[in-house]
Antibody, heavy 117, light 108 residues
Framework: QVQLMQSGAEVKQPGASVKVSCKAS????????MYWVRQAPGQGLEWMGI????????SYAQKFQDRVTMTRDTSTSTLYMELSSLRSEDTAVYYC??????????WGQGTLVTVSS | EIVLTQSPGTLSLSPGERATLSCRAS???????LAWYQQTPGQAPRLLIY???SRATGIPDRFSGSGSGTDFTLTISRLAPEDFAVYYC?????????FGQGTKLEIK
């Protein structure tokens, strides 16, 4: 069965960077585009960007263009999302999600990133 | 960027009633690339509808989607207790694949 297992919660200071991982299993890793989506406490879903695990190409939402980097390691079927210059507004649950020709059919369990001094 | 506006913000209904949720796009969503998700507290969202009207695997037939262009609707024909949750629409026709702000469906 498809599983997306994310790394654990992080607490970071303002200005720092965070790198969240997402290990995929149960399907061919390079067959599906993958997204990163975040959700601030009590708020809605925010699409951050997309990565093609096959070739590594990416496309980011303009809001995050200067601060986010999405990468993958095909040898371990793992995705990474790094967000830099963190501020308090970046406190959120970060999800990796598998695209099924567009919509998301599987989600990771989420990683809470807290930005606080 | 396509902005999706969902209405109402909160919908208060009783089990057994019919729910109608709206999602309006700031510009036409190409090829009806519109999805609906359900999210319960502490859980990741679950895909309900894709392509505006196709139910995802395992989704009960009381959930239905309709619409095209800029206006889309999610209908739940007879509300079950487990249907009270937050619902999001998402367009995946053009990047960024934006979400609506959500509709909270609460028990009246």
């Amino acid at each position: 069965q498809v599983q997306l297992m994310q790394s654990g919660a992080e607490v970071k200071q303002p200005g720092a960077s965070v790198k969240v991982s997402c290990k995929a299993s149960g399907y061919t890793f390079t067959s599906n585009y993958m997204y990163w989506v975040r959700q601030a406490p009590g708020q809605g879903l925010e699409w951050m960007g997309i990565i093609n695990p096959s070739g590594g190409s990416t496309s980011y939402a303009q809001k995050f263009q200067d601060r986010v980097t999405m990468t993958r390691d095909t040898s371990t079927s793992t995705l990474y999302m790094e967000l830099s210059s963190l501020r308090s507004e970046d406190t959120a649950v970060y999800y990796c999600a598998r695209g099924a020709g567009g919509p998301v059919d599987y989600w990771g369990q989420g990683t809470l990133v807290t930005v606080s001094s | 960027e396509i902005v999706l506006t969902q209405s109402p913000g909160t919908l208060s209904l009783s089990p057994g009633e019919r729910a109608t949720l709206s999602c309006r796009a700031s510009q036409s969503v190409s090829s009806s690339y519109l999805a609906w998700y359900q999210q319960t507290p502490g859980q990741a969202p679950r895909l309900l509808i894709y392509g505006a009207s196709s139910r995802a695997t395992g989704i009960p037939d009381r959930f239905s989607g309709s619409g095209s262009g800029t206006d889309f609707t999610l209908t739940i024909s007879r509300l079950a207790p487990e249907d009270f949750a937050v619902y999001y629409c998402q367009q995946y026709g053009s990047s960024p694949y934006t979400f609506g702000q959500g509709t909270k469906l609460e028990i009246k």
